[in-house]
């Protein structure tokens, strides 16, 4: 399959990107079919010299079934050559993750009660009969220790 895809170029901490045609099996860096433009994300969005794309050559690639990773898709769709592909839905991109990993552990245990609150009364009856084993099962550890 082919895949128009990003290959890094650049020293290190210096990225410099080039737009390539190559086959979805071989290393992201290895080998490729044809280079068909650059990226540079160090330079200013504003700047023309951020991205470099041979349009007619791109073309070509997708008429021929390339498909384009999403970051090279989105690179496409800003500069008009295909249509810009919907935004994806990640809430969580923002929180940074330490809070991500708090949240999510709190998120559950929030979200259970709102959950069976609409339930019946026979789900609630439950929940104490779960809490009771625990209880217990530390009881008989206990007795266990006390014996040895």
Same mark, same amino acid.
């Given at each position: 399959?082919?895949?128009?895809?990003?290959?890094? &170029? &650049? /020293?290190?901490?210096? +990225?410099?990107?080039?737009?390539?045609?190559?086959?979805?099996?071989?290393?992201?860096?290895?080998?490729?079919?044809?280079? @068909? &433009?650059?990226? $540079?994300?160090?330079? +200013?969005?504003?700047?023309?010299?951020?991205?470099?794309?041979?349009?007619?050559?791109?073309?070509?690639?997708?008429?021929?079934?390339?498909?384009?990773?999403?970051? @090279?898709?989105?690179?496409?769709?800003? %500069?008009?050559?295909?249509?810009? +592909?919907? $935004?994806? %839905? $990640? +809430?969580?991109?923002?929180?940074?993750?330490?809070?991500? *990993?708090?949240? &999510?552990?709190?998120?559950?245990? /929030?979200?259970?009660?709102?959950?069976?609150?609409?339930?019946?009364?026979?789900?609630?009856?439950?929940?104490?009969?779960?809490?009771?084993?625990?209880?217990?099962?530390?009881?008989?550890?206990?007795? *266990?220790?006390?014996?040895?």
């Amino acid at each position: 399959m082919l895949k128009l895809r990003l290959s890094r &170029g &650049g /020293t290190k901490k210096r +990225p410099v990107y080039r737009v390539v045609v190559a086959d979805s099996r071989f290393a992201r860096d290895g080998r490729f079919i044809e280079k @068909v &433009g650059f990226f $540079n994300p160090l330079l +200013p969005k504003d700047k023309k010299e951020r991205v470099g794309l041979e349009a007619e050559r791109i073309k070509y690639w997708l008429g021929q079934g390339a498909q384009p990773t999403t970051r @090279v898709a989105r690179i496409l769709g800003e %500069n008009e050559l295909m249509q810009m +592909p919907a $935004n994806g %839905n $990640n +809430p969580q991109k923002a929180v940074p993750k330490k809070e991500r *990993k708090k949240a &999510g552990d709190e998120a559950p245990a /929030t979200e259970a009660p709102k959950e069976a609150a609409p339930a019946t009364e026979a789900p609630k009856e439950a929940a104490p009969a779960t809490e009771a084993p625990k209880e217990a099962a530390p009881a008989t550890e206990v007795s *266990k220790e006390e014996q040895k």
